[in-house]
């Protein structure tokens, strides 16, 4: 008979253990298993806004906007603009066109002109940008521009620079975009 109730005593204390004991243990692996979720989706929330970041590089230099606003209403046009700067040892210079919008019914071919002055050596750099924007057939040459296409690499000192943007349109609407000068150490 005391066998008999050493058994029924262990098997309440098993059960008494087993419920004080697993319900904390389930709590605990409910608790990492809803942690586990919360961190998969800020991980999947991470990769889509932070790491799948589209147009914006992280560039170790300057860059300077300039803002091109028209209103087209006569068959062709000219803008500039002027500004300064100042390039360090071993430097390139590149400019390029971005955000980009159309309003009404026209076409239209811009295309500009970069003159850098080095106030320092007197060394003048002159950087051509065919067919720059363009909503219809637009003839440029088949060489690679550098300070266009590629980076232009420049000599050290203070600059003025003159951006003289043409061009030519049919019909009638408005234009906006950005140009954009990237100053940056050569790679």
Known sequence: MLDNFKSLFNYTVTL???YTVLPRQISLIALLLALSVVIAAAGYVAYYY??????????PGEVKTIDINLEIEKPEGEVRATYG???????????????VE????FSIIIS?????????TGVTYNISMPCLIANKACIRILALIPGYDT???????????????KWAASGT????????MELSPCK
């Open 85 to 99: 700067f100042t390039a360090g040892a071993n430097y390139c210079v590149r400019f390029y066109v971005q955000d």
């Open 102 to 105: 159309f309003e009404g019914n």
């Open 173 to 180: 609407g408005s234009f906006s975009a950005k140009l954009y």
């Open 16 to 18: 008494r253990v087993l």
């Open 50 to 59: 932070v790491l799948n970041i589209r147009g914006v590089v992280n560039v």
């Open 112 to 120: 500009g002109l970069a003159r850098l002055e080095n106030l320092d």
């Open 151 to 165: 980076p232009l690499q420049i000599l050290p000192g203070k600059y003025n620079a003159t951006v003289v943007l």
